[in-house]
């Protein structure tokens, strides 16, 4: 492997770097050596927005797919290959303001005009996926899209008038040629292999599965990184040093989403809002957790292989695929076992791959002719963009009024992502009554001994854990189910 510079496109120019430490962030280069200072730093932890860019690469279709992403978790080796966009970038060669900017001041949605930047590249990735398609974002589209940028000192309603208000200015042109012209030509490059002078752990980033396989069976003791949502805080916040480096985020085989006849098969590369978008179209009850994982920018750069193998006993993706009967597909070398999610988890965030193993596929079971009633709900202190106390995902399989199969998994309630063995026992064979939930609400004392924290009591989880399995029977229940607007706020506030 011949070391080579990271290249990628920046204001109108190739840009190579060849010094910078493989973990030197996004936002540290822009604001330290290309004085970009638009760009601030808020959390440094991907959570305020404040950090947002937008990173541009080529699509399935050949064409540019524009997408937010945080800049202070996010590892400048990277953007290799792929074009990166700053509030420096929007406005016109004249200085005359970008619609989303013009409208921010209009609607007077800037106060002191620190996290201002961020809803702007938020916004003007909006704008640019909708004018792409032709489309123009409903109040409530805007509203996700923004969902990672949590600075409101103006309040909500400003910022989102000037979200709709943008689309009614004239729309400047970008030229999508150039940038295409520059992402082909940096395909050319042969794969990544950075290796800084003075800097001994080295960055590989190989492009395809059989290339990725071979060097992690090589460098077992190499860290495998994926978007960084989670290992970039080990740099930014506990200042780790995360040794040699396997990016995956190249290795087209792990992006890709394959639905079959009998199955949902998600790459271990492919994106958590690619993933989420898969599974909600064959489970649309999905919707809502979806949309309440992480934010957008941290859903386009994070991946679902990744907060599978990161192993979080509060990941939201664990519990989800769990109910559905999810299997891993693991792999060293050559070889490829698989696993049912559920067994995969030993302790506290520890796992059963072997040293130069890695998790290559989730494969998600699906729907068929089964008579499946499936939710999943998330209790977090904030709506948006928050770490869950408790999530609880639950499926059941019904013949006429009894029970033929239970999966109850639950995050937040153990050292690991569980099922509720006790409590699907409950529920097996029995009618889907209220006699059978109380049953299984009792049970659940017994799979559970939930941990006091900062999100929540024991006692509030246990209670919170019962709670959810009755909501979910007075959503599925044989007689008088209750419909969305009865049970969610927002689904109510919707329907008006």
């Not at 004249?94 to 916004?123: K, N, Y």
Request: aromatic share 6%.
């Amino acid at each position: 492997m011949t070391p080579r510079p990271i290249r990628f496109f920046h204001r109108g120019a190739l840009v190579e770097i060849a010094d910078a430490a493989p973990t030197r962030t996004v936002l540290e280069w822009l604001r330290e050596d290309a004085r970009c200072t638009g760009t601030k730093e808020g959390c440094a932890e991907g959570d305020c927005g404040a950090c947002t860019v937008v990173v541009g690469e080529l699509d399935a279709a050949g064409g540019v797919s524009l997408q937010p992403v945080n800049a202070c978790i996010r590892f400048l080796p990277t953007l290799d290959g792929k074009a990166l966009f700053t509030v420096e970038d929007v406005a016109g060669p004249d200085g005359a303001l970008h619609p989303v900017q013009q409208a921010l001041v209009e609607c007077h949605g800037s106060q002191c005009g620190f996290c201002t930047p961020g809803f702007v590249m938020s916004l003007w990735a909006c704008f640019q996926r909708h004018q792409a398609a032709g489309t123009v974002p409903t109040r409530q589209q805007l509203a996700d899209d923004l969902s990672g940028n949590l600075c409101r000192c103006t309040g909500y309603r400003p910022i989102l008038d000037a979200g709709r208000r943008a689309f009614e200015l004239p729309a400047p042109p970008l030229d999508r040629i150039a940038i295409e012209v520059a992402l082909r030509a940096m395909r050319q490059d042969p794969p990544l292999h950075y290796a800084p002078a003075g800097a001994a752990p080295a960055f590989h980033a190989p492009r395809t599965l059989a290339g990725f396989a071979a060097l992690r069976e090589a460098l077992p003791q190499a860290r495998v990184l994926a978007g960084s949502t989670d290992m970039g805080l080990w740099v930014t916040k506990q200042f780790k040093d995360l040794g040699e480096l396997i990016h995956i985020g190249e290795v087209a085989e792990l992006r890709r989403i394959e639905v079959q006849a009998d199955r949902i098969v998600v790459g271990a590369a492919a994106s958590l809002e690619a993933a989420w978008q898969a599974l909600v179209a064959e489970w649309p009850t999905l919707r809502d957790v979806w949309l309440r994982f992480a934010a957008l920018p941290l859903r386009v750069a994070g991946t679902m292989g990744g907060n599978v193998a990161n192993g979080s006993p509060i990941g939201d993706s664990a519990p989800v695929l769990m109910a559905l009967g999810a299997t891993l597909a693991l792999r060293r070398g050559e070889r490829v076992r698989s696993m049912p999610l559920e067994d995969f988890y030993v302790d506290y965030m520890k796992n059963r791959l072997e040293p130069g193993e890695f998790l290559q596929a989730i494969e998600v079971p699906r729907r068929g002719g089964r008579a499946q009633a499936v939710r999943a709900y998330k209790i977090s202190k904030r709506f948006d963009c928050d770490i869950s106390a408790v999530c609880a995902a639950l499926a059941i399989e019904l013949e006429g009024e009894r029970i033929t199969s239970a999966r109850l998994a639950y995050g937040g309630m153990a050292a690991t992502v569980r099922r509720a063995a006790r409590a699907e026992a409950a529920l097996l064979g029995q009618r889907w009554s209220e006699a059978t939930l109380r049953a299984a609400m009792a049970a659940l004392a017994q799979d559970y001994t939930p941990l006091t924290d900062m999100r929540a009591s024991a006692g509030y989880r246990l209670q919170v854990a019962q709670n959810l399995l009755r909501r979910f029977w007075l959503e599925t229940r044989p007689h008088d189910p209750l419909p969305e607007s009865a049970v969610n706020v927002w689904a109510r506030e919707e329907a008006l």
